[in-house]
């Protein structure tokens, strides 16, 4: 079983449509796929034909935004009904303000002497209603403001940086309630992202499970290898099933592209035990 449970397209700030994603998890190997796009599951119909076709085995997801003791934490939402109402209007509500929030970063870019930064960030967007720090990212790249994405967020648009603009998103306990009543399985994405000291962490964890929130991602491209390790010993601590995706973005844009992860620790449990 070669499993990625997180990955992004076009919908949100992916660079290849969510038919070539498929294309790009099966030519990788990839047999158990899932996207999970920013806050919205409107590419969820193509990439399920796509991978259908393919012969890969498909499961609906979504990247909640959670706004969680003053910083942003991501929760995916695994296996779910993707035409949950509640799911869908609850992720329509907490897009909102992503047009304001973005024309605001760029009025902070452009006095940090960016030029044109809202608008460049536009030309990198194919949903609108998902402007994100990553559009603007790739601008500052193209232009030359900095060598990388990597680079640009230490910069420029992290949590602690001059152009960060700060969104209230949805509470925990809501992005875990829409994805149990849409019938998924809910997971801490990359923890190994976030700025909170050890006992944030075990507050954060304590609480997801206590929500019924069951897993947490452990190898991720968004960690370095010797946190595959940590968050191994968090899943076998709090008891949480296992998850493991790439966080693929674009072919030049990760650490690990789709189907490139190394093998989970055997005593964990795999978020998909029941599934296949």
């Not at 605001?104 to 609108?128: F, I, K, T, W």
């Not at 069951?214 to 296992?242: C, K, M, N, W």
């Not at 995706?245 to 592209?257: A, I, K, M, T």
Request: aromatic share 10%; with cysteine.
């Amino acid at each position: 079983m070669s499993a990625d449970l997180h990955c992004h397209s076009t919908m949100s700030d992916g660079v290849l449509a969510p038919e070539d994603v498929a294309r790009r998890a099966h030519d990788n190997g990839v047999t158990l796929w899932a996207l999970t796009d920013h806050d919205i599951l409107d590419g969820v119909p193509a990439a399920r034909a796509q991978a259908q076709a393919l012969g890969m085995r498909f499961i609906a997801g979504v990247e909640i935004s959670v706004t969680w003791a003053g910083h942003t934490v991501h929760v995916v939402g695994l296996n779910v009904d993707d035409t949950h109402t509640g799911l869908v209007e609850g992720l329509r509500s907490i897009r909102v303000g992503r047009s304001e929030r973005a024309e605001e970063m760029g009025r902070r870019l452009d006095a940090m002497g960016v030029e044109n930064s809202y608008q460049g960030a536009l030309a990198y967007v194919s949903n609108p209603a998902l402007i994100s720090r990553t559009h603007f990212a790739r601008y500052l790249v193209e232009k030359g403001y900095c060598a990388n994405l990597s680079e640009v967020f230490k910069r420029y648009l992290g949590e602690d940086s001059q152009a960060y603009v700060p969104m209230q998103w949805s509470t925990l306990e809501q992005a875990v309630n829409w994805i149990l009543q849409a019938g998924g399985r809910a997971v801490i994405a990359h923890p190994g992202r976030y700025n909170y000291t050890p006992v944030q962490f075990d507050a954060l964890f304590t609480q997801f499970r206590e929500l019924g929130g069951e897993a947490i991602e452990v190898v991720t491209g968004s960690h370095a290898p010797h946190q595959y390790r940590e968050y191994a010993d968090v899943a076998r601590q709090y008891g949480f099933l296992a998850s493991c995706g790439s966080d693929f973005h674009g072919p030049d844009e990760n650490r690990l592209d789709l189907g490139r992860l190394p093998a989970m620790p055997d005593d964990l449990t795999p978020v998909w035990h029941d599934w296949v």
